[in-house]
């Protein structure tokens, strides 16, 4: 399925390779924090500002608290206090050299989590710190307090999913047998919906895995999509949703790295992904459980952190750091290029027909190079026929087809496209000859098997032939 996606928009390049933590505040300001030049930057409308400069570390979380904007650097692990009037200090200054989460209780105190050793702390608003717990991992990677109050913590190496109850008394909700509990977010009576995820997130593909999703395609641009993910060995992604009674369901099995995940509705998830920079939504409905639909993909490697307030998602990417907004409405007019198609041969184009619903538009082109450049023919006039017409475009080995969807009364959506094509003749090759004992008789009833041709059973041949002929 081929629908309209929402349109996505850059709204600050951060000037950054990375950036790892997003927070906005109440008034809708945002906060962004780079992985290597150390900076958190403060988005007002069009203005951005530099707020805080620890170059060289990389500013991994955020959190906004009282009017008060707390950042953790690493590898130097410290949390740093931006106060209202703009001025910053070190906050909290543990012993780890790590600090991955922020989070904030209902009493206004700050929770860290740290890790090589993982601990976590909290911190009141006068900076005084004590220790929680230390949980037998590497690191706290992850923070969040569910609707009811109650904190919770992701681990790595192993992932478990730590809940604090009175007295700070930690008990593990689940252990998914992964490697990190990278993303925890509140949904409604208590539900958590978690991401875990295996060690290797980043290595190079060597494989696919198929899946089956909606794909939308959103702005101007031309773009390709596909249903195949890349996978790397060990790699995998798994969304749990944790009810408040401490049972759990497997939402979503994914090849993608999981970096973050958000809450859209009532009915549906945000998945921010790497390293194909790809942003689904998944469908918490009972009645489309698990249902994912590839909502876009942005100019970057990954999508590093989410933030939605329901009227706006915004995200921080990495490779390149930026800023970008989801919009919540489909583009105006969105169209999706097909992978190039190859006849292996020079080809006579026939008919192109689609199926599916809206206003759609087809146009094709063809060339004799693996990837289309300037000699392959121009896209032909589009044309809304759903039934079927003549492909224009001259014959060759290699065939594209464009469509174009544009909103109207009916949401377009593609579910089919079909290309008839005639390729040269080509001389027959003989690939084996198999000389049968004298006497022997194939037969078989044409009736039971339509098509079928008598003495080119291969099991047959096989078993009749004699040793060593």
């Given at each position: ?137 590497r690191h706290v990677v992850s923070l969040a307090m569910d609707t009811t109050g109650r904190m919770y913590a992701g681990t790595d190496t192993p992932a478990r999913l730590y809940r604090f109850g009175d007295a700070d008394r930690p008990f593990v909700v689940f252990e998914p047998g992964l490697s990190e509990l990278r993303a ?286």
């Open positions: 399925r081929v629908v309209v996606a929402p349109l996505v928009s850059v709204v600050a390049d951060l000037s950054a390779p990375q950036a790892w933590s997003l927070a906005r505040a109440t008034d809708g300001t945002w906060f962004a924090g780079t992985g290597g030049t150390g900076r958190v930057l403060r988005g007002r409308g069009a203005q951005v500002d530099t707020i805080l400069n620890v170059e060289p570390s990389a500013i991994h979380a955020l959190a906004v608290v009282n009017g008060r904007v707390f950042a953790a650097s690493s590898p130097d692990g410290r949390v740093h206090v931006i106060e209202p009037d703009g001025s910053s200090r070190v906050f909290f200054d543990p012993a780890e050299s790590y600090i991955w989460a922020l989070a904030a209780d209902q009493q206004g105190r700050l929770w860290v989590g740290a890790g090589h050793p993982a601990v976590v702390y909290r911190v009141d608003a006068a900076g005084t710190s004590q220790v929680v717990y230390r949980p037998a991992a925890i977010v509140p949904a409604q009576n208590g539900t958590l919906y978690v991401a875990a995820l295996t060690s290797g997130a980043d290595a190079a593909p060597d494989a696919s895995v198929t899946g089956s999703v909606t794909i939308t395609v959103g702005g101007t641009n031309t773009g390709t999509a596909s249903t195949t993910t890349p996978a790397t060995p060990g790699r995998r992604s798994t969304i749990y949703r944790v009810t408040s009674d401490g049972t759990w369901d497997a939402l979503w099995d994914t090849a993608d790295a999981v970096y973050d995940l958000a809450v859209r509705d009532a009915n549906s998830l945000l998945v921010a992904t790497g390293p194909e920079g790809r942003l689904y939504q998944l469908s918490t409905a009972a009645a489309t459980w698990g249902a994912a639909t590839l909502v876009n993909t942005v100019d970057a490697k990954q999508i590093t952190r989410l933030a939605t307030d329901g009227a706006r998602t915004l995200a921080v990417t990495a490779n390149p750091g930026r800023v970008v907004a989801i919009a919540t409405a489909p583009a105006q007019a969105s169209s999706y290029a097909s992978a190039v198609r190859d006849a292996k041969t020079t080809a006579q184009w026939g008919s192109i027909r689609w199926e599916g619903l809206g206003s759609v538009a087809l146009q094709t082109r063809s060339g004799n190079t693996l990837l289309p450049d300037d000699s392959w023919s121009p896209w032909a006039t589009p044309t809304p026929q759903a039934s079927g017409f003549a492909i224009t475009s001259p014959s060759a080995r290699f065939l594209q087809w464009r469509a174009t969807l544009t909103p109207g009364t009916v949401a377009p959506v593609v579910t089919s496209v079909t290309v008839a094509y005639l390729p040269r003749n080509l001389r027959p090759v003989v690939s084996e000859i198999t000389v049968h004992p004298p006497g022997v008789v194939f037969q078989r009833p044409f009736s039971s098997e339509e098509g079928a041709i008598a003495g080119l059973d291969e099991a047959v041949a096989d078993a009749r032939r004699p040793p060593g002929s």
